[in-house]
């Protein structure tokens, strides 16, 4: 293998995995705008999303896409859930009581999953079927033929769906009733409040939202590494937290700059320098940025408020 | 200062008998017991310095008791039999230059541990609190990585190290430092430092506009917290006799902030209780029998708890714990198997649903930051008194 190939490799590698750390971030980005919290129960719905998608296909046989929308249907309704049980009894609270919340609600999730679903990781079955799954196989194929560039069908999927996503989310939040209200909220909830907007539908439909795009990262996830396991979403998840904060939280072009940047600098890490510290560089990237730019790749100065 | 060396000895005589006394008299699961809650307390206690008097988050408790546990650890498996000749043959007993040569790697651990946590706290802690979780958590991974992946302390597998040294950290080594940890920490806070630290928690801007100097501060608690956690890790891996890299996980750094919620932030004596109670309770819980009762204890109050939090109506309510109560049951009793294969899993599954519901109920924990006192139970004792005998 050339040492560009190999290059190649990486980046295609870290590209689809930076993809996957984007569509987590969004949802961390999102819900960190309207409520001020980081919801570590982000990365265990994407858990059970994969969860969802597995049972889907390895019990009732049913498509991958169609796995795909009840998974996203199942998380979306769970995120509600979280938000109403969880959090919402606490909007008057201290910020910090909710972010203990967060991390109980978080291992609840996690201990749930193993208690019924067992600690040992399931082989998730990762073929992409049909007409779609030839198609991904001649794209891939002719790829590696024209520009040697080593792609699987999955990673191919990964990113289309990935960017599909992306401009999906950018039109809902930028040119929906629903959007302009969400932003409204994350500039100032209490005025957003008094100006008519239902603060606490908008939070709810934001969790869906966030939780929907964590459970297609979860699939996809698991299409890329088929490995399913209560503690699949754990590291992900702060790690695309991590990422959300490089690119500057608040903010969803930095939610898939610094997701990409985080997917990019692991695989560069274990391809020339060594696998066994991958997991360390996303904790020196925060460490960096919030020494060098607290606010992020694309943030503005921020002030405190009390 | 007399009066303070007498009180000193008098503490140190009074564990000495209390060790003598115990080890006689306990079976050796309950020694155990009594240890881990010792421990317990001194994690306790320091993260309460960190967490409930600044105010600031940590998640990464267990990642300087990891720091402070296997830097003492490798001290003393790699240099103690040199230490102690070279002592020996200055003329000092055997016995003592153990002593010596122990108390001074349990310095250095601390020591290190500290310099972890200014390392760690200068660059997060002039930061909003969020950041510093995410940080703190980081932190904690990044020691177990390094830790897993060092073939000199044992790696993955464990480091099982202290054969050089006997087992000599027992019951009143334990308790001393947990006085030490509780005394340092109930000065501190009735100090000038211990006022800046809580006018930080209260109001980091207006702390700031009043010249306290809040960076200074946070990153000296969380120093502070972070070498009694190094203590705490050297006791550990010396009573044991042995780390591994999985005792120190974000799960190990969460029950401790459980701890600390479950007293209330900002309370010594509620994190000291705490402690005992979800030490005893962990221990309880190993067992099917007190699984079972735990998860119907549980489920139960759960729902009677937070059913106003959500607003559910009364009827509801009843039904809603009727039912899942009976469903629980007729589960448990049908799966007595599948529980006892599962038991670790259900019994962090208590404690984790055990940190939401003090977070919905009462976020203020137990004691919400006051304290239990002589002073204030006399005080509470004859102010009833004196109702009661007031005209009725």
Known sequence: ????????????????????????????????????????????????GAYIALFCITLWHLPLLVAIVLAVAGCALLGVLIERGAYRP????????????????????????????????????????????????????????????????????????????????????????????????????????????NTDRVISLTFALGSALAAVAGVLAVLGWPKVWPMLGFVPGIKAFIAAVVGGIGN?????????????????????????????????????????????????GMIERA | MLKRLSTAIIICIGLWLADRLLSATLNPYHLQITIEIGIAIILAVSLNLINGFTGQFSLGHAGFMAVGGYCSAALTFYYAPQW???????????????????????????????????LVGLPTLRLRGDYLAIATLGFGEIIRLIINNR?????????TPMVQIPQFVNLFWIYLFVIITIMVSANLLRSAHGRALLSIREDEVAAQVMGVPITYYKVMAFALGAAFAGIAGCLSGHYRLGLHPNDFDVIASV??????????????????????????????????LGLMVGSL?????????????????????????????????????????????????????????????????????????????????????TLRRRQTDGPA
């Not at chain 1, 040492?3 to 980046?11: A, D, P, S, V």
């Not at chain 1, 929906?176 to 409040?193: H, K, Q, V, Y």
């Open chain 1, 90 to 197: 606490l909007r008057r609270q201290p910020r910090l009581t909710m972010l203990i919340t967060a991390i109980g609600v978080s291992l609840v999730i996690e201990n749930l999953a193993q208690l019924f679903f067992g600690a040992a990781p399931r082989h998730f079955p990762a073929q992409i079927g049909g007409r779609l799954g030839e198609g991904l196989e001649a794209a891939s194929h002719s790829l590696q033929q024209s520009s040697h560039i080593l792609i699987s069908p999955q990673q191919i999927f990964i990113l289309i769906t990935a960017a599909l996503l992306f401009i999906l989310l950018q039109l809902i939040v930028g040119r929906t009733r629903f959007g302009r209200a969400m932003r409204a909220i994350s500039f100032d909830r209490e005025t957003a409040a008094l100006m008519g907007i």
């Open chain 1, 252 to 300: 969803l072009t930095g939610a898939v700059l610094g997701g990409m940047i985080m997917g990019m600098a692991e695989y560069m890490v274990a391809g020339y320098i060594s696998s066994e510290y991958k997991d360390a560089i996303a904790f020196a990237l925060l460490i960096i940025i919030l020494i060098l730019r607290p606010t992020g790749l694309t943030g503005r």
């Open chain 2, 151 to 159: 073939p000199e302390v044992g790696g993955a597998s464990g480091f």
């Open chain 2, 84 to 118: 102690i000749e070279a002592l020996s043959n200055t003329g000092m007993g055997p016995a003592a230059a153990k002593q010596l040569v122990f108390f001074g790697a349990l310095a250095i651990s601390a020591l290190t541990a500290a310099i972890a946590g200014f």
């Open chain 2, 255 to 288: 029950m401790i902030v459980i701890m600390v919620v479950l007293g209330g932030m900002g309370s010594i004596t509620g994190c000291t209780v705490a402690a005992i109670l979800l030490t005893l309770l962990s221990y309880a819980l190993r067992s099917t």
């Open chain 1, 1 to 48: 293998m050339s040492e560009l190939e190999r290059f190649g490799l990486y980046f295609v590698q870290g590209l689809a995995w930076g993809s996957l750390y984007a569509l987590i971030a969004l949802g961390y980005t999102m819900v960190y705008g309207v409520l001020r919290l980081i919801n570590f129960a982000h990365g265990d719905v994407l858990m059970v």
């Open chain 2, 297 to 381: 204890v549980c489920a139960a109050a759960i729902l009677l708890l937070l059913a106003p939090a959500w607003r559910l109506p009364k009827n509801a309510k009843l039904s809603m714990v009727l039912a899942i109560l009976a469903a629980l049951a007729l589960g448990l009793v049908r799966s007595q198997v599948f529980l006892a294969e599962r038991v670790a899993e259900l019994r962090m599954l208590l404690f984790s649903g055990l940190l939401v519901m003090i977070m919905l109920t009462r976020p203020q924990g137990l004691l919400g930051g006051r304290e239990i006192s002589w002073a204030g139970i006399v005080k509470r004792f």
